[in-house]
């Protein structure tokens, strides 16, 4: 590989979900493999702002960043500035980009990144700006390098896309239709990530439960993946309730390395919301299931998304929801106030509610699920746990922290040499959002 890129210097601003990280850490892989380097965002001369559509606030941040990047681009002629990710995939986003942002070099979308470094090399070498949009999802490009986050922990793409169309949602207008990878090239993947190091891997899907290649179902994928030889702690994410199967349930108790947590985003505890956000669930289907998980995978810590504020929502819906969450008692929980997305079904609806209603439920939510979250971790008190040691907490270096099989999060005095392993650890105290422990 010819070293094109080499004295670059290039800084990524990711914003949204795990799926846009892993985007970047392949964004960062090209570009390092072509002998660009990474360094803060102050001293780049490459930035590049991964975005996220999901919900307006992502939108506004995005463009703000946008604002302040002008001034650099005046002060450095040789400053590149690119955008990537989600947004890039909506018309009118890259309308107003023409527009009200022409200081913008490089534009490219979700179905395309592998091409990223050949259109920056042109824009660089050619000193012009492109843009190179595909509308549609071309064939699964393999082997693209990466630049991991983390020594022993790795995302692991297993499908793209989304045929769900939740009427809420953006996310298969932007992404595409669903599309799985090759259940062999990932195990090689993952072979080769356990050779390298990694011991725990997060599978990473839209809807993983719809996982379906020539030769396997997502369960079945979960009972290879547990053969690799060191890869110790599987995860994935996201599962949606209506395609998880009785297979996958039994895999939490037949495969070893399948780690005892489950995302299981529930959006609505309401019938009639739960229909008219095209759920294809009830709130007695999701308890049921939840029953289920329960008592197959004793101590399994579940969480969940939740939207507050969907169009027509009446204080009766709401309090669906937050029954369902007194029944369900989640672990933890992402509550997300609506947010109208153009071009998505919901955005027609009648009876859009206003702001200060939305809070108001938003924060009667946020209690409900604040008093499960504290009471689940309170019963870890006095256990010991198996936790993957992840680095210095942000706050003291001195402090650890790390994950237990539940993926709860737990802060403990230790040396940095622990990074990456993993250790059996006391828990003394409990909070809201973390554990406080002591290696044993
Ligand atoms: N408004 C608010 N929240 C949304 N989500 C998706 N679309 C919207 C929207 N328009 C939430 C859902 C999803 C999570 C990733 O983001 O809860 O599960
Ligand atoms: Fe969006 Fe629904 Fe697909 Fe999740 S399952 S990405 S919420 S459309």
Not at 254 to 262: F, N, P, V
Request: charge should be neutral; aromatic fraction near 8%.
């Amino acid at each position: 590989m010819e070293k094109m890129l080499k004295n670059r210097k290039y800084h990524i601003l990711t914003f949204g979900c795990q799926m846009n990280e892993h985007d970047s850490e392949i964004i960062s892989g090209m570009l390092e493999e072509r002998g660009a380097e990474a360094v803060d965002n102050k001293y780049a001369d490459i930035i590049i702002l991964n975005t996220c559509s999901v919900r307006e606030n992502a939108d506004k941040r995005f463009f703000g960043t946008l604002g302040h990047l002008k001034k650099r681009k005046q002060l450095n002629k040789n400053f590149v500035i690119c955008v990537c990710g989600c947004m890039m995939q909506q018309q009118h986003i890259i309308d107003t980009l023409k527009q009200k942002y022409p200081w913008v070099d490089v534009i490219f979308g979700t179905h395309n990144i592998h091409q990223f470094p050949d259109i920056l090399q042109r824009v660089i070498s050619e000193k012009q700006k492109m843009t190179e949009v595909w509308e549609e999802a071309g064939e699964i490009i393999e082997n693209l390098p990466a630049k991991r986050l983390h020594k022993h922990k790795s995302f692991v793409n297993i499908m793209y896309g989304c045929n769900n169309f939740c009427t809420y949602c953006i996310v298969p207008y932007t992404r595409g239709r669903e599309r799985s990878r090759d259940a062999n090239e990932i195990i090689r993947e993952a072979e080769d990530l356990a050779k390298d190091g990694v011991k725990e891997i997060t599978l990473l899907g839209q809807n993983v439960n719809s996982y379906k290649s020539e030769n396997s179902d997502f369960a079945g994928l979960i009972y290879r993946l547990n053969e690799v030889d060191g890869i110790e702690r599987i995860r994935f994410m996201t599962s949606h309730p209506k395609d998880l199967s009785d297979r996958l349930i039994k895999a939490f108790v037949d495969c070893s390395k399948l780690c005892k947590s489950i995302h299981l985003p529930v959006q609505s505890g309401s019938d009639e919301i739960l229909k008219r956000m095209n759920r294809k669930y009830t709130k007695e289907n999701y308890l049921e299931l939840v029953s289920k998980i329960k008592a197959t995978v004793p101590d399994v810590a579940i969480s969940t998304d939740i939207i507050v504020g969907f169009p027509g929502e009446t204080d009766r819906d709401f309090e669906e929801t937050l029954d369902l969450c007194r029944q369900v008692q989640y672990d933890s929980a992402f509550t997300f106030i609506y947010s109208v997305r153009k071009g998505t079904p919901a955005e027609k609806y009648e009876n859009q509610i206003p702001e200060e209603e939305k809070h108001r439920r938003f924060n009667m939510l946020v209690d409900v699920l604040n008093e499960s979250s504290a009471l689940k971790n309170q019963e870890y008190v006095g256990r010991t746990e198996k936790v993957l040691v992840d680095g210095p907490s942000k706050t003291r270096k001195s402090v650890l922290t790390g994950r237990t099989n539940s993926f709860k999060l737990v802060n403990f005095e230790g040396d940095e040499s622990l990074i990456g392993q993993i250790i059996n650890v006391e828990i003394i105290s409990a909070t809201t959002f973390s554990l406080k422990g002591r290696i044993v």
